[in-house]
């Protein structure tokens, strides 16, 4: 059973810039793709990039230029780093593990963008 972790949520100004972290047990992240969605208050959740087993990424318009994913195998933990944040990013955030005929969710971490 794969079971994700997300944290590093938290408040940040508009332009700042922010890690969150998605640690994974019981598969490694290295062998599926992995993905981060986000959901924003009143919204339906939304994809914002993905990273293939073989290190391929792609990102969502909203995002790209902005958000970069890393991932440290001998952690396990896979990475959203979010640079010239907006308010219009503020959701939390999810990471999933895709696999057929299933994607595994964390339980989301909190990323609000305010002054």
């Known amino acids: 059973q794969v079971q994700l972790v997300e944290s590093g949520g938290g408040l940040v100004q508009p332009g700042g810039s922010l890690s969150v972290s998605c640690a994974a047990s019981?598969?490694?992240?290295?062998?599926?793709?992995m993905t981060w969605y986000r959901q924003a208050p009143g919204k339906e959740r939304e994809w914002v990039a993905s990273m293939t087993s073989g290190g391929t990424t792609s990102s969502a318009n909203a995002v790209l230029g902005r958000f970069a994913m890393s991932r440290d195998s001998a952690k396990n933990t896979f990475y959203l780093h979010m640079y010239s944040l907006k308010p219009e990013d503020t959701a939390t955030y999810y990471c999933?593990?895709?696999?057929?005929?299933?994607?595994?969710w964390g339980q989301g971490t909190r990323v609000t963008v305010s002054s």
């Open positions: 019981g598969a490694m992240i290295s062998d599926a793709t």
């Open positions: 999933g593990y895709v696999t057929a005929p299933r994607t595994y």
